[in-house]
């Protein structure tokens, strides 16, 4: 049974920081790509940032420099540190996972089969 759940969203104030968390079921989260992405209201589900097995994590543009991507293995969890967070950074956002294939350069949905069921987050 592949679960996915997140934790850690709220509200913060622009040039603050908040901390996601999604823990993964044991059997995704070994060999897979997590990934973090977001969809505001009236926009398209977007990729923000993932980690492959190897630890090897990609960003969005806009992102790089603010947000960091970790894997925690021995808990199964992967954690998004964002800081100097920006009012456009206001979204749902969802962990999901998929094949090392998702870990790419463009971080797209549609690569990431399995999905936690979001976490708010919202800059003021």
């Known amino acids: 049974h592949v679960q996915l759940v997140e934790s850690g969203g709220g509200s913060e104030q622009a040039g603050g920081s908040l901390r996601l968390s999604c823990g993964a079921s044991?059997?995704?989260?070994?060999?897979?790509?997590v990934g973090w992405l977001r969809q505001a209201p009236g926009k398209e589900r977007e990729g923000v940032a993932a980690?492959?097995?190897?630890?090897?994590?990609s960003y969005a543009d806009s992102v790089k420099g603010r947000f960091t991507v970790s894997r925690d293995n021995a808990n199964n969890t992967v954690n998004l540190m964002m800081n100097s967070l920006k009012p456009e950074d206001s979204a749902m956002y969802y962990c999901?996972?998929?094949?090392?294939?998702?870990?790419?350069?463009?971080?797209?949905?549609?690569?990431?089969?399995?999905w936690g069921q979001g976490t708010q987050v919202t800059v003021s």
């Open positions: 999901a996972a998929g094949g090392a294939f998702a870990c790419g350069t463009e971080l797209l949905a549609s690569d990431f089969p399995y």
């Open positions: 044991e059997s995704i989260y070994g060999d897979a790509c």
């Open positions: 980690i492959d097995s190897d630890g090897i994590a």
